[in-house]
């Protein structure tokens, strides 16, 4: 059985461990969540470096503590109630991105508008079709994002993971599988790095193509608003969007939870949204869809606590 966090634990953690990242007690998750819900993380760590990562799942395994890891919260729903364990982002420590040849190697915590803008400049081309998709790459990779125009897995070379036993490992694309929004990576491994294969493009072209793609988003979705990107996933043959709004969910509400007026697949967050609206509002949908058009909708994110 778990146990709780104590505070002497958490100065252990800090002190003894000589964690280099910061460490943070209690901390409220709504301010981290792109959605702006959820309660707060037990313990909230931003790891500096393999080391840190090392020492917190060690401390972890000897409390018998979970460990739950995120890019910068904008495919996750945290409950209301918050997150038992360690919370550990990688926005802070694993962020670098460089180049090499005609790849880009990218820690698993920059920002997947930063990696585009990147590869813009070095006139590399194989991910602007992504532009406008919030997150992390590791996590783009973890849920193998995309739009209609293709996916993250179509660009990716080999992955660096910290596995469940805490060695480190390299996979090369060959020995990885993707799906629709899902990826079959080694059960409790991290992303620590990521390594993809594109190719020259010049950057008026790129810039270009980016402008059409986003004047293209900013229209079809509610681009500024707090959400957790596209709640469902597309079933097969369909649109999750359309299948909503056919139900006559667009623009529903619960508290202040709202299908977006814009594209029905989004939540939106209107300003005092509880994780329990967003719940409630997901499962309306689900039912509604399923009595009328017989359709089983799977959500895209991740629900937390």
């Known amino acids: ?27 409220p998750l709504a301010g ?18 393999i080391d840190d990562l090392v020492r917190t799942n060690e401390f972890a395994s000897r409390y018998n503590i979970p460990i739950f890891v995120v890019g910068c919260g904008s495919n996750i729903l945290v409950r209301d109630e918050g997150v038992y364990g360690i919370v550990v982002c990688l926005k802070e420590g694993f962020n670098s991105i ?30 602007e079709t992504l ?3 919030p997150g992390t790459m590791g996590g783009a990779v973890f849920m193998n994002a995309g739009t209609n125009e293709g996916n993250i897995a179509q660009v990716l070379e080999e992955l660096k993971l910290l596995g469940a036993g805490l060695q ?34 010049p950057k008026k072209e790129l810039k270009d193509k980016i402008n059409k793609l986003l004047s293209r988003r900013k229209e079809t979705q ?10 469902f996933k ?17 623009g529903y509400c619960v508290g202040d939870a709202q299908v977006s007026t814009r594209h029905a697949n989004f939540i939106v967050n209107n300003g005092q949204a509880t994780a329990k609206n967003v719940l409630e509002l ?21 629900v937390v606590g």
């Open 1 to 27: 059985m778990c146990s709780a966090i104590s505070k002497s634990a958490i100065r252990q953690f800090q002190h003894e461990l000589k964690i280099r990242g910061r460490a943070l007690f209690d901390e």
């Open 32 to 49: 981290f969540s792109s959605i702006g819900v959820g309660g707060s993380a037990q313990m909230l760590l931003f790891p500096q470096d």
């Open 98 to 127: 460089a180049r090499k040849g005609d790849c880009l190697v990218v820690q698993a915590g920059a920002r997947l508008s930063m990696v585009i803008r990147f590869a813009v400049e070095e006139e590399l081309a194989g991910l």
């Open 131 to 133: 532009v406008g998709i």
């Open 168 to 201: 480190l490992r390299r996979l090369q694309k060959d020995q990885l599988q993707f799906g629709y929004r899902q990826s079959n990576l080694p059960a409790g491994s991290i992303i620590l790095e990521v390594k993809l294969k594109l190719k020259y493009q």
């Open 222 to 231: 509610p681009v500024g608003q707090k959400s957790a990107g596209c709640i």
């Open 234 to 250: 597309n079933p097969p043959g369909e649109f999750a969007g359309k299948l909503i709004e056919a139900v006559g969910l667009k």
């Open 282 to 302: 997901i499962e309306l949908i689900k039912q509604l869809v399923w009595e009328v058009r017989g359709i089983k909708l799977v959500q895209e994110g991740i």
